[in-house]
């Protein structure tokens, strides 16, 4: 399968390249020092479509597919993984999810909202006790009259102190185990009972709000339901298989950045009277970070393909995320091996990319979940 792009994603490539550089780099090393969250920046990057790609027309989309956002991710993210997260919050997330399992009502109120960024989006999964193990969450949801009543607390979740709708998994019959998992679109700026609390100690991702969200008897109407009661799972998995692929792209976004700094850096140093880009040492190092970084884009890519033709191919994403973060957190480290004391200094960036790398082996679905995937289906046990 070849994947030379199209005219028209190396003009889609070309935009996100030339949005990243002029709108987001000028401001990045202070609003990562600062932790800041800037909504114009999401807001402008709806406005070039950067979240339609994956949204048919009559939703406010163009439908190109999510090889197109595959491509516009991973240049966004090469100039900072935290302005690839909207991706994931806006459409490849919430949009795509309520596109498969909504009713037209549904698709018709969030869709365009989510493209545009009207509303800014995100999903709520984890748990303080529930990571990995979905299936063990512990929010309820319990059914009235007139809509369900939500308790229970969500943690690690992206974009929860400055969403205004998301994604809410919860139980509505805790006896069936994960057969009573359903999901919910809340309203989470207007419904009483839903409170948010900043996570500010993270590692990485510092232009990226995360927090918590805490339901107290927050109660939602009927036509909140997404999908069936007990439809939960599925679409949580569902989701998933799109999420994973996102956050791979975000990471192969992030490896090219290492290359290229390293690249640069390596043919600029001297030591013992020549370029250390002479040493074949660093020449090693080198091939090894294109190779690997070459390997997962085309991972990414192949898996993106094949779900724009419609093919369901968990074991493709989960083949190109565990690799794709593996092979990220790799060229991080080894760029900042061939920068020495300068890779340990925040004066370079690459210290923030070792940062930021490193979550891509945790959101998601971690890379020993992935590997779970991926030997399940080699073994031929799913």
Known sequence: MSFELSEELLAMRDVAREFAKKEIAPT???????HRFRREIVKRMADLGFFGVVIPEEYGGTGTGLLSSVV????????????????NMQTIGPGLT?????????????????????????FAITEPGSGSDVASMRT?????????VLTGQKTWISNAQVADMGLIFAYTDKEAKHRGMSCFICDLKNTPGITTVPIETKLGLHCAPTGELVFQDAK???DALL?????????????????????????????????????????????FGQRISDFQMIQDQIAQMYVEGEA????????????????????????AKYFAAEAAVKAANTAMQIFGSYGYSTEYPVERFLRDA????????TSNIQKLIISGYVLGKR
């Open 98 to 122: 309520i596109l498969h399992w909504g009713t037209e009502e549904q698709k018709r109120k969030y869709l365009p909202a989510l493209v545009s960024a009207e509303m800014f989006g995100c």
């Open 227 to 271: 999908g069936k009661k007990g439809d939960g799972f599925k679409i949580c998995m569902s989701m998933l298989d799109n999420t994973r692929l996102s956050c791979a792209a975000r990471a192969v976004g992030v490896g090219r950045a290492c290359i290229e700094a390293a690249v640069k850096y390596a043919n600029e140093r001297e030591q």
């Open 28 to 34: 990045l090393e202070q609003d990562e020092k600062e």
């Open 72 to 87: 516009i991710t991973e240049e966004i993210a090469k100039v900072s993984a935290s302005w690839g997260l909207p991706f």
């Open 358 to 365: 490193k979550s891509y082996q945790v959101v998601e679905g």
């Open 140 to 148: 309820t949801a319990v059914e009235t009259d007139d809509g369900f």
């Open 220 to 222: 939602v109407p009927k």
């Open 296 to 319: 997962a884009s085309l991972l990414v890519y192949k898996a993106a393909a094949k779900k724009d033709k419609g093919v369901r191919c968990t074991l493709e994403v989960s083949t």
